[in-house]
């Protein structure tokens, strides 16, 4: 008997980039460049919580009211509280923005889908803009044939 050759594995077919898919890319790279840039400036405002903070501990700010009775912690441990939450919130949204950028640059190069998907997720922290953004990333990353665009250029 003759046996029959093997046939070759089937690759399903996924359509190649439109050029509204990259219109899309783009302009969701030059929105991740806007909303980063205004997610860094709002970030920045903390610092005057910070600013206060270190004022209340350095004695330049005074806490004591001088009348009544002592209070149960000391003041300078507000100033330190101003101080530490101040200093999270700028770091973490100077960090959120250039994640921002970055996954902008990424989506322009289409290069580090899953860093870009997840960008896109945590851009929804940022309402309105972020969430707005975020959600239409979301929307053109999952697409097959950019999810391909992206692995044929990272094996390229």
Do not use: K
Request: hydrophobic share 50%; aromatic share 6%; net charge positive.
């Amino acid at each position: 008997m003759e046996a029959t050759p093997p046939l070759p594995p089937v690759t399903p077919s996924v359509p190649s980039l439109t050029p509204q898919d990259s219109d899309q890319l783009r302009m969701l790279a030059i929105g991740h460049y806007v909303v980063a840039a205004i997610t860094g400036l709002f970030s920045l405002i903390f610092i005057l919580h910070v600013v206060m903070g270190l004022a209340i501990v350095n004695g330049a700010l005074p806490m004591e009211t001088g009348d009544g009775p002592p209070p149960p912690f000391a003041p300078q441990n507000m100033g330190w509280i101003f101080v530490i939450m101040g200093g999270a919130v700028v770091l973490g949204g100077l960090t959120l923005a250039g994640f921002m950028a970055y996954a902008g640059r990424c989506l322009t190069q289409r290069r580090r889908h899953t860093l870009c998907l997840v960008v896109a997720g945590l851009s929804c922290l940022v309402t309105p803009i972020g969430t707005i953004l975020g959600v239409f990333s979301l929307v053109v990353l999952l697409r097959p044939q950019v999810r391909q665009a992206f692995v044929s250029n990272a094996v390229a």
